[in-house]
């Protein structure tokens, strides 16, 4: 068996997702998984480190690291409306944002880049992980906070206030789904070896979805103290058909993320079927 690293979030989309490729529950045609479970942030910092061969990455972090890491096309996060929230401890109009002091979960996220699409005066931005953003803005030591996964479930029953659905605005002005985030192999793995990962990627999303309940205790198991609800609402929102393959308009979302940034590529993005 050949073993490689891969690295993906403990949250309930990815676990659900990665559950048959890591155990065993589908052929890996040779290859053995050595999982490493980080926050997207995180995940992030170790792919702009090159430290890992397979990888859950922010669309916004792969648009600076194209030049590294090529996309699978299975595996993605495509959101309709379900979006980053910027919320706070009052109600809060959009003219007040600009001056007001945000609580980001990294610098490097999708959430981030969303913020900056909707607010772009809002630069007094503070890093958090995503899992503390809520009682930040709670305990006062940030104006708004930017939340992500399940706390968008979470908030209005803490006493917080929505200020906007950043990914309900960005579907406004684009038209396009919201390109949160995607699997990313480094680009200079061998072609053979990137096409099996995706192949096989594809073939663990079919497996979830054909065997719903089979990965249910690897999710509980990494959910920490989400209640099992939540968790269902989070897997039925994050994974859907674009997680099978982002199709044209994932490929749009991406394209159209990267010209926000000004960013031109000149390579493939994605790994070929």
């Keep these: 068996m ?53 990888c859950k990455l922010s669309y916004h972090a792969f648009a600076h690291l194209w030049k590294d890491y090529q996309l699978l096309r299975a595996g993605s996060a495509l959101g ?10 009052r109600p809060f109009g959009a003219a007040e944002v600009a001056g007001a002091k945000i609580a980001i979960p990294g610098q490097h996220t999708t959430a981030n880049f969303l ?3 909707a607010f ?33 479930f979470t908030y209005a029953q803490r006493g917080l206030h929505k200020v906007m659905d950043l990914g309900q605005h960005w579907e406004e ?25 995706g192949r096989l990627l594809r073939k663990s999303v079919e497996y979830a ?3 719903p309940r089979a990965s249910a205790e690897y999710v509980a198991e990494h959910a920490q103290e989400m209640d099992a609800e939540v968790c269902q609402l989070h897997i039925n929102l994050y994974v859907t058909e674009n997680s099978i ?11 159209q993320l990267m010209q926000s940034l000004g960013i031109q590529a000149d390579l493939p993005l994605w790994v070929a079927i």
Excluded: M
């Excluded at 690293?5 to 155990?23: E, Q």
């Excluded at 309709?80 to 401890?89: D, I, S, T, W």
């Excluded at 992980?129 to 968008?152: M, P, T």
């Excluded at 393959?245 to 394209?255: H, L, Q, R, S, Y």
């Design 209 to 211: 979805f054909a065997h």
């Design 120 to 152: 772009p005066g809002a630069q007094n931005r503070q890093e958090y992980l995503f899992s503390d953003i809520e009682g930040a803005v709670l305990g006062g030591q940030v104006d708004l906070g930017l939340l992500i996964h399940e706390n968008r």
């Design 80 to 89: 309709n409306n379900c979006g980053p929230l910027l919320v706070g401890a």
């Design 245 to 255: 393959d982002f199709g044209p308009k994932g490929e749009a979302a991406i394209a």
């Design 2 to 54: 050949e073993k490689i690293k891969i690295g993906y979030s403990p949250c309930p989309n990815d676990t659900f997702i990665f559950d048959a490729l890591v155990h065993g529950k589908i052929d890996t045609e040779g290859l053995e998984f050595e999982v490493h479970h980080a926050d997207v942030e995180e995940l992030n910092r170790l792919a702009f480190a090159g430290e890992l061969p397979i």
């Design 173 to 197: 002005q684009t038209g396009l789904p919201i390109p949160l985030g995607g699997i990313a192999v480094r680009r200079d793995l061998p072609e053979e070896l990137k096409q099996k990962i």
């Design 115 to 117: 913020l900056s699409f």
